[in-house]
């Protein structure tokens, strides 16, 4: 069973920077593409960031695309985000997720298989 356990998480102000980590167990990371995405209060989710398992494409929204980068380490099992020049825009809970295709940056939450518990990540201007 693949789990999925994201961390990072917490209040900071605008211009900040924060990482946020995604562990994946059960499974090896190596054989899923990931992404990130995000959801603020009375909004729907939206795609954030993906990257393929072997780090060979990456996509980002429009409205993150400078500002934040996903990487991967296969051999620890974790996917993060960095995000600097954080913005009051950018508060939402942060979902990491696993689509086991491997090779394609889906923007669609619909095909991600796994997702975490999210972490809350909260912005003040």
């Known amino acids: 069973q693949v789990q999925l356990i994201e961390s990072g998480g917490r209040l900071v102000q605008a211009g900040d920077s924060l990482r946020l980590s995604c562990v994946v167990s059960?499974?090896?990371?190596?054989?899923?593409?990931m992404g990130w995405f995000r959801q603020a209060p009375g909004k729907e989710r939206e795609f954030v960031a993906a990257?393929?398992?072997?780090?060979?494409?990456?996509d980002y929204a429009d409205s993150v695309k400078g500002r934040f980068t996903i990487s991967r380490d296969n051999g620890k099992n974790t996917v993060y985000l960095r995000m600097n020049s954080l913005k009051p825009e950018d508060t939402a809970v942060y979902y990491c997720?696993?689509?086991?295709?491997?090779?394609?940056?889906?923007?669609?939450?619909?095909?991600?298989?796994?997702w975490g518990q999210g972490t809350q990540v909260t912005v003040s201007s």
């Open positions: 997720a696993a689509d086991r295709s491997g090779s394609y940056t889906y923007t669609d939450s619909s095909e991600y298989e796994y």
């Open positions: 059960g499974r090896s990371l190596s054989l899923y593409a």
């Open positions: 990257i393929t398992w072997n780090s060979g494409s990456v």
